[in-house]
């Protein structure tokens, strides 16, 4: 049996169209899923969209729509990014679905029979931008600390006792040291934890789109108790004696941003614990993105679109530089010239050049057959055996959400490859010693599966092509290290990571 791995991103508000985090987090979560899918795991991979609230509300009748019609529309336009930014979720949740709903509505009652809930009334700050109350001692000058506005709300509301959850998530985060990740953050929480945890408003009756309160329909749900729940959802909860719970809860990874941290790392750990459920394994906050130097925003007008870039150097570059630029968990400046050079130093000169150099040379100049060779020379064990290694790298930092360590891993075996085609010269030995030239070839040929195969989570399409080329067509890790058949022939390549042209 399959070993199983569930693993999520944050569902994304549909108050607007997708940008450069909404993919982010996504691509990083396709290619762990990829990845692990790839070295035999049973994989449940979800993403979606957070449908409820008063921002999402607040957005439809701006747009003057009816919500129901507002965010089908716009939910839409992330469910069709995914296949755009090449990404395989296997289920995209919506939670206005009624499955959603009702799973909401479970977690509700399980909170109520657990004496977690009661009846009370607000009065307090609140940011619609973060859909998040606030203390009157966080604000920094009338503002949210994350600098939205805040709008002071008076209105009868559930409860959730928080409070009597300070001392058990304290006792988890210290059995579970690795349950919150980067440490840096972990701090932070365990900090924010034990300053004192207030009871949570989790109930609005200002506006009615929301998932109701069960017995008293005044009421629509918070919107993060709902949003949080989704993950429970994806996986057949109410159900917790259907196949796909009891296979995938609780979650392995739950993959966020950083300034939702709190939410996923306080509040649904304690929801859990006071419903009775298994706590996810692990979250992991990711930096944010500023464009040029410059914190992304509308009101600044540069709001990064994943499309357009999509749309000039391909999915397989975007997603690339994404994960290449920053140490995941760091925050990260994009710029489209810190992109293009990446786009030509690391993938055209270094790897497609690699790939090109040696097919087109085979196709030229050996009729496009590659021979398998009898006999290895050691630095030729060499090259194999360090991308095996690379292997064990490579998962180690899938483990620990070290993405950037993927990509160090695996262009490392790429620079060495380009020095032993150097060193080796399969070019001068067509003449000399055409048959050491023919194994210097197949250990690249094979080389080169083998960086395919590793690259095919970041790359999956330009991976696929070469590895079809070179007539693989299983793409996973169980045989990575199977050597290629005697006498494969190839048709003509063409450079799969074309260089772009300097900008005049
Ligand atoms: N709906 C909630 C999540 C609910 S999960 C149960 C939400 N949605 S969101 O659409 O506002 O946020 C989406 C994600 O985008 C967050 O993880 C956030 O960190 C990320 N980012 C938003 N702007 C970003 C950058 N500039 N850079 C990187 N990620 C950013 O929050």
Not at 301 to 322: C, H, K, S, T
Not at 417 to 433: F, Q, T
Request: charged letters at 25%; aromatic letters at 12%; a negative charge.
């Amino acid at each position: 049996m399959k070993t199983p791995y569930y693993i999520t991103t944050p569902i994304y508000y549909v108050n607007d169209k997708p940008h450069i985090g909404h993919a982010y987090t996504t691509i990083a979560a396709d290619v762990i899923a990829r990845f692990k899918r790839m070295d035999g795991y049973d994989v449940m991979f979800l993403t979606g969209t957070d449908e409820h609230g008063q921002k999402v509300n607040k957005s439809a009748e701006n747009a003057g729509i009816d919500p129901q019609v507002f965010v089908d529309r716009v939910s839409k336009n992330f469910k069709d990014l995914m296949p755009i930014l090449n990404v395989t979720p296997d289920r995209f949740i919506r939670t206005t679905e009624a499955d959603h709903k009702k799973a909401a509505q479970d977690m509700w009652n399980r909170l109520v029979a657990s004496g977690d809930i009661y009846l009370g009334s607000y009065s307090g700050w609140y940011s619609v931008r973060d859909e998040a109350f606030y203390a009157e001692s966080e604000l920094i000058d009338g503002k949210a600390p994350t600098g939205a506005p805040v709008e002071w709300l008076e209105e009868p509301s559930y409860f959730f006792r928080l409070s009597k959850w300070q001392e058990p998530l304290l006792t988890f985060y210290e059995q579970n040291p690795d349950f919150i990740a980067p440490v840096s953050r972990r701090n932070e929480v365990v900090k924010f934890v034990e300053g004192g945890l207030m009871d949570l408003s989790i109930s609005r009756t200002s506006f009615n789109w929301g998932v109701k309160v069960p017995g008293d329909e005044k009421h629509v749900m918070y919107v993060w108790l709902d949003a949080l729940t989704n993950y429970l959802t994806g996986v057949g909860f109410p159900d917790t004696a259907v196949a796909s719970y009891k296979t995938f809860w609780p979650a392995d990874l739950h993959l966020v941003g950083k300034d939702i941290l709190r939410f996923h790392a306080v509040y649904w750990p304690a929801f859990l614990m006071a419903s009775g459920l298994d706590l996810p394994k692990r979250v992991f906050a990711h930096g944010w993105w500023t464009n040029e130097g410059q914190k992304i925003s509308k009101s600044l007008g540069n709001v990064i679109d994943p499309i357009e870039l999509i749309d000039q150097y391909g999915a397989d570059a975007f997603r690339y530089v994404l994960l290449r630029e920053v140490s995941f968990g760091n925050d990260g400046d994009f710029s489209i010239l810190g992109m293009r050079n990446r786009i030509n130093a690391d993938l055209a000169n270094a790897y497609g050049n690699l790939v090109q150099r040696v097919l087109s040379f085979i196709y030229k100049q050996c009729d496009g057959i590659i021979y398998a060779a009898d006999q290895l020379e050691p630095q030729d064990k060499l090259i194999l055996s360090n991308l095996e290694d690379a292997l064990k790298d490579v998962r180690e930092a899938i483990e620990h959400q070290a993405l950037h360590k993927v990509c160090d891993a695996i262009w490392q075996c790429i620079y060495d490859a380009n020095a032993y085609v150097d060193a080796e010269k399969p070019w001068s030995l067509r003449k000399e010693n055409p048959e050491r030239m023919k194994e210097v070839l197949y250990v690249l040929c094979n080389v080169i599966k083998r960086l395919a195969l590793l690259t095919f989570p970041i790359l999956p399409s330009a991976s696929k092509t070469i590895l079809l080329q070179l007539g693989v067509t299983k793409f996973v890790y169980e045989n990575f290290t199977e050597m290629m058949p005697e006498k494969h022939s190839i048709e003509e390549p063409y450079p799969v990571f074309p260089r772009i042209a300097e900008e005049v």
